[in-house]
Protein backbone atom coordinates (compact mmCIF):
# COMPACT_ATOMS: atom_id res chain seq x y z
CA UNK A 1 0.00 0.00 0.00
CA UNK A 2 1.31 3.12 -0.52
CA UNK A 3 1.78 6.10 1.42
CA UNK A 4 -1.43 7.73 -0.37
CA UNK A 5 -3.74 4.80 0.18
CA UNK A 6 -2.44 4.95 4.09
CA UNK A 7 -3.46 8.47 4.90
CA UNK A 8 -6.13 8.85 3.03
CA UNK A 9 -7.82 9.92 5.50
CA UNK A 10 -5.32 12.37 7.41
CA UNK A 11 -4.63 13.76 3.17
CA UNK A 12 -8.54 14.67 2.89
CA UNK A 13 -8.53 16.00 6.24
CA UNK A 14 -5.94 18.29 5.53
CA UNK A 15 -7.45 18.90 2.00
CA UNK A 16 -11.13 19.53 4.24
CA UNK A 17 -8.77 21.83 6.39
CA UNK A 18 -7.00 23.38 3.77
CA UNK A 19 -10.39 24.55 1.54
CA UNK A 20 -11.78 25.37 4.68
CA UNK A 21 -8.60 27.59 5.94
CA UNK A 22 -8.86 28.98 2.21
CA UNK A 23 -12.73 29.09 2.71
CA UNK A 24 -12.64 30.90 5.75
CA UNK A 25 -9.65 33.25 4.39
CA UNK A 26 -11.72 34.58 1.64
CA UNK A 27 -14.49 34.32 3.30
CA UNK A 28 -12.65 36.75 5.95
CA UNK A 29 -11.30 38.73 3.11
CA UNK A 30 -14.27 39.46 1.31
CA UNK A 31 -16.43 40.23 4.48
CA UNK A 32 -13.48 42.93 5.27
CA UNK A 33 -13.67 44.40 1.41
CA UNK A 34 -17.23 43.90 1.75
CA UNK A 35 -17.13 46.28 5.01
CA UNK A 36 -14.93 48.40 3.49
CA UNK A 37 -16.94 48.72 -0.30
CA UNK A 38 -20.69 49.56 2.21
CA UNK A 39 -18.73 51.95 4.64
CA UNK A 40 -17.37 53.50 1.21
CA UNK A 41 -21.34 53.01 -0.01
CA UNK A 42 -22.30 55.10 2.87
CA UNK A 43 -19.66 58.06 2.63
CA UNK A 44 -20.39 58.50 -1.27
CA UNK A 45 -24.24 58.17 -0.58
CA UNK A 46 -23.92 61.03 2.05
CA UNK A 47 -21.94 62.56 -0.10
CA UNK A 48 -24.44 62.14 -2.61
CA UNK A 49 -27.40 63.49 -0.43
CA UNK A 50 -25.22 66.09 1.15
CA UNK A 51 -24.43 67.15 -2.71
CA UNK A 52 -28.12 66.81 -3.72
CA UNK A 53 -29.19 69.28 -1.08
CA UNK A 54 -26.67 71.94 -1.93
CA UNK A 55 -27.73 71.15 -5.87
CA UNK A 56 -31.43 71.86 -4.74
CA UNK A 57 -30.50 74.50 -2.51
CA UNK A 58 -28.28 76.21 -5.52
CA UNK A 59 -31.30 75.95 -7.89
CA UNK A 60 -33.87 77.30 -5.56
CA UNK A 61 -32.05 80.28 -5.66
CA UNK A 62 -30.80 80.55 -9.23
CA UNK A 63 -34.79 80.18 -9.50
CA UNK A 64 -34.66 82.94 -7.12
CA UNK A 65 -32.29 84.83 -8.92
CA UNK A 66 -33.48 83.75 -12.44
CA UNK A 67 -37.37 85.52 -11.35
CA UNK A 68 -35.52 88.77 -9.95
CA UNK A 69 -33.99 89.26 -13.10
CA UNK A 70 -36.66 89.10 -15.14
CA UNK A 71 -38.68 91.62 -12.84
CA UNK A 72 -35.27 93.44 -13.22
CA UNK A 73 -35.51 93.39 -16.71
CA UNK A 74 -38.81 93.97 -16.83
CA UNK A 75 -38.64 96.91 -15.14
CA UNK A 76 -35.54 98.49 -17.20
CA UNK A 77 -37.73 97.65 -20.49
CA UNK A 78 -40.49 99.42 -18.37
CA UNK A 79 -38.40 102.28 -17.30
CA UNK A 80 -37.08 102.26 -20.85
CA UNK A 81 -40.38 102.84 -22.41
CA UNK A 82 -41.22 105.50 -19.54
CA UNK A 83 -37.62 107.51 -20.48
CA UNK A 84 -38.86 107.45 -24.25
CA UNK A 85 -42.03 108.73 -23.35
CA UNK A 86 -40.87 111.24 -20.92
CA UNK A 87 -38.24 112.35 -23.56
CA UNK A 88 -40.31 112.70 -26.23
CA UNK A 89 -42.86 114.76 -23.87
CA UNK A 90 -39.51 116.78 -22.93
CA UNK A 91 -38.65 117.88 -26.58
CA UNK A 92 -42.42 119.18 -27.11
CA UNK A 93 -42.43 120.91 -24.10
CA UNK A 94 -38.93 122.46 -25.01
CA UNK A 95 -40.80 122.95 -28.68
CA UNK A 96 -43.77 124.62 -27.72
CA UNK A 97 -41.70 126.63 -25.06
CA UNK A 98 -39.47 127.84 -27.36
CA UNK A 99 -42.42 128.69 -29.14
CA UNK A 100 -43.76 130.81 -26.23
CA UNK A 101 -40.73 132.21 -25.58
CA UNK A 102 -40.92 133.34 -29.75
CA UNK A 103 -44.88 134.55 -28.94
CA UNK A 104 -43.89 136.46 -26.03
CA UNK A 105 -40.60 138.28 -27.04
CA UNK A 106 -43.00 139.45 -30.52
CA UNK A 107 -45.91 140.39 -27.89
CA UNK A 108 -42.95 142.11 -25.99
CA UNK A 109 -42.48 144.05 -28.78
CA UNK A 110 -45.58 144.75 -29.88
CA UNK A 111 -46.64 145.80 -26.36
CA UNK A 112 -43.55 148.26 -26.44
CA UNK A 113 -44.95 149.73 -30.07
CA UNK A 114 -48.56 150.03 -28.43
CA UNK A 115 -47.02 151.79 -25.47
CA UNK A 116 -45.48 154.14 -27.83
CA UNK A 117 -48.39 154.59 -29.77
CA UNK A 118 -50.16 154.96 -26.87
CA UNK A 119 -47.82 157.92 -25.43
CA UNK A 120 -47.95 159.77 -28.77
CA UNK A 121 -51.64 159.70 -29.17
CA UNK A 122 -51.92 160.89 -25.26
CA UNK A 123 -49.41 163.43 -25.94
CA UNK A 124 -51.58 164.54 -29.27
CA UNK A 125 -54.63 164.41 -27.10
CA UNK A 126 -53.47 166.24 -24.47
CA UNK A 127 -52.29 168.87 -27.02
CA UNK A 128 -55.79 168.77 -28.60
CA UNK A 129 -57.51 168.99 -25.32
CA UNK A 130 -55.71 172.23 -25.06
CA UNK A 131 -56.45 173.75 -27.81
CA UNK A 132 -60.27 172.39 -27.28
CA UNK A 133 -59.99 173.91 -24.19
CA UNK A 134 -58.87 177.29 -25.70
CA UNK A 135 -61.28 177.50 -28.38
CA UNK A 136 -64.39 176.92 -25.57
CA UNK A 137 -63.35 179.64 -23.59
CA UNK A 138 -62.85 181.29 -27.09
CA UNK A 139 -66.26 180.35 -27.58
CA UNK A 140 -67.15 181.35 -24.39
CA UNK A 141 -65.80 184.40 -24.61
CA UNK A 142 -67.42 185.15 -28.34
CA UNK A 143 -70.74 184.39 -26.29
CA UNK A 144 -70.14 186.39 -23.94
CA UNK A 145 -69.09 189.61 -26.41
CA UNK A 146 -72.29 188.14 -28.64
CA UNK A 147 -74.39 188.52 -26.31
CA UNK A 148 -73.40 191.83 -25.10
CA UNK A 149 -73.34 193.48 -28.55
CA UNK A 150 -76.87 191.39 -28.25
CA UNK A 151 -77.69 194.10 -26.10
CA UNK A 152 -76.19 196.51 -27.53
CA UNK A 153 -78.01 196.04 -30.53
CA UNK A 154 -81.11 196.18 -28.66
CA UNK A 155 -80.55 198.88 -26.61
CA UNK A 156 -79.51 200.69 -29.84
CA UNK A 157 -82.70 199.72 -31.61
CA UNK A 158 -84.52 200.61 -29.29
CA UNK A 159 -82.68 203.97 -29.21
CA UNK A 160 -83.69 203.66 -33.30
CA UNK A 161 -86.53 203.43 -32.97
CA UNK A 162 -87.00 205.98 -30.61
CA UNK A 163 -85.23 208.87 -32.26
CA UNK A 164 -87.43 207.25 -35.47
CA UNK A 165 -90.37 207.94 -33.00
CA UNK A 166 -89.63 211.43 -32.17
CA UNK A 167 -88.40 212.11 -36.15
CA UNK A 168 -91.62 211.24 -36.78
CA UNK A 169 -93.32 212.97 -34.06
CA UNK A 170 -91.89 216.05 -35.02
CA UNK A 171 -92.53 215.80 -38.32
CA UNK A 172 -88.84 215.68 -39.72
CA UNK A 173 -88.28 213.65 -42.57
Partial sequence: MTFLEKNINLFLLLLVMGIAVVVA???????????????RLDITTNTLNTCSADLDNTKFRLNKTLASLNFTVQDIRRYDLL?????G?????????????????????????????YQRYLTKYDEQKAINDD???QV???????????????????KVNKLQEEKTACGCT
Fill in 83 to 87: YENKT
Fill in 89 to 117: QLVLTERNLQETARTLDSTKTKLGETAEL
Fill in 25 to 39: GTSMYYQSTFTNVTS
Fill in 140 to 158: SDLESIKSSQAAQIISLNS
Fill in 135 to 137: LLQ
